[in-house]
Every structure is written in C-alpha cells, then in structure tokens.
C-alpha cells in the first residue's frame, strides 16, 4: 500500500530564517506530487505540484520555492520567512492510475504546522 | 464567483441526524468528484470519490452528483459525535488538477 510522509509535525521559526520541509512517498511509482497551504478556517491553497524529477509548477508567485530531486521525494523551501508564512502545509500525491481501480484522487500527508513569528 | 462554492458552515446536528453537505461548481469540464474528511491538525482523508454522475453509497454515507445543475452532495446517516470534522469537496477534470471547496465544519452533538 501507499503511504506518505511529512516532516516535521510542528516548526516554530523567526521571521528572516530559511525553511525546509520534506515529504516522501512509498509504494508507487512516479508520483504527481502537490504542496498546499491551509491558512486558519479557510481552504486549500496548491502552491506547487510536480509530474517529474526536476518538474515543478508554481502556482502562486511568492516567497516559497519546491525542488524535487528523487522520485518520490518533494521539498518546499524558503531563504526567508515572512509572518504571512504561518500555515498548515500539505503534501498530496496522486497517479493517473491505480492498481486495483482504486480511485484517482489526491492522497494526503498528515501535514506541517508552521508558525512564524 | 468562484469555481466551487461551499458553504462553510459552521453545522451543528444531533447525534442521529441525517446530515447533507453540499457544494457548486461551474466548470463544466469537472468530471471527478470527491468529498475529503479532515480532522483538526490532521491532513484530509478521502471519503467518497465519484466519476461523472450519480449516486454511489459507502455506509453511512452516500455521495451524490448532478452534472445538469453542477451540483453535488454528501448525506451521512445515523450521525456519530466521531463524524465531527471539517468536510471538504474537491473535483477536477481529472486528479490532477483538483479545485477544493472551503470546507464546511461539521459538529455531531452526542
């Protein structure tokens, strides 16, 4: 079965500091790979998604950058955080097919809670 | 307007009342269906997954898409204190490209 991870849990870093966040995936191959923020009480936003090593899509210009340089690994980074950092972030994976029939959807992380202050 | 609309609530229901979540769209090239169950400080889960339109039911639950009027709900019976969580639909002409909904937050008084 698929799994997917995220780390770490819980970050709490100053304004001006780098970010690094990881995500890997397990038990599939070739991945499309998603980071989301959720801001409090309010949806999801897709910040990048992937389809391949090296393949990155930016949806929202902003202060945050992914790199994807394993298959099954993705990484959201930043040089410098803001305050408006501050947020849930969200990996998610999907594939175009699924052993068995199983459904075509985003599968998700359990997710980085950020504060930045 | 926005491409999916959901209210986001907040519900508060009795234990063993028939809840009904809904969302709008108005892309007509959304073909996949989904509703996600996100426990607070938890990543959604997916819930029910529908493909075009129709009903398909899981349990308690019972996922329902009308393509004509671009709408698509989620019925939970027999609702349980556990089932309290923000619900989220999302679809997308394929999973790709998914466009959430707000989320509406669900509280299941016991």
């Known amino acids: 079965s698929q799994t997917i991870h995220q780390w770490p849990a819980t970050l709490v870093q100053p304004v001006g500091s780098p970010l690094s966040l990881e995500c890997t995936v397990e038990?599939?191959?070739?991945?499309?790979l998603y980071w989301y923020r959720q801001a409090a009480g309010r949806g999801l936003q897709l910040l990048f998604y992937?389809?391949?090593?090296?393949?990155i899509s930016s949806e929202v210009p902003q202060n945050l950058s992914a790199s994807r340089p394993q298959d099954r690994q993705f990484i959201l980074s930043s040089k410098k955080l803001l305050l408006s950092d501050s947020g849930f972030y969200l990996c998610?994976?999907?594939?175009?097919?699924?052993?068995?029939?199983?459904?075509?959807?985003?599968?998700f992380g359990p997710g980085t809670r950020l504060l930045v202050l | 307007q926005k491409e999916v609309e959901q209210d986001p609530g907040p519900l508060s229901v009795p234990e063993g009342a028939i809840v009904s979540l809904n969302c709008t769209y108005s892309?007509?090239?959304?073909?996949?269906f989904m509703w996600y169950r996100q426990y607070s400080r938890k990543g959604p889960e997916l819930l029910m997954y529908?493909?075009?339109?129709g009903n398909k039911e899981d349990g308690r639950f019972t996922a329902q898409v009308d393509k004509s009027s671009k709408y698509i709900s989620l019925f939970i019976r027999d609702s349980q204190p556990s089932d309290s969580a923000t619900y989220l639909c999302?679809?997308?002409?394929?999973?790709?490209?998914?466009?959430f909904g707000q989320g509406t937050r669900l509280t299941i008084n016991p």
């Open positions: 992937s389809v391949g090593i090296g393949q």
């Open positions: 892309n007509s090239a959304f073909q996949y």
């Open positions: 998610a994976w999907s594939v175009e097919q699924l052993a068995g029939g199983a459904p075509m959807a985003q599968y």
């Open positions: 529908t493909y075009s339109s």
């Open positions: 999302a679809m997308g002409p394929g999973a790709q490209k998914l466009v």
């Open positions: 038990g599939t191959s070739n991945p499309n």
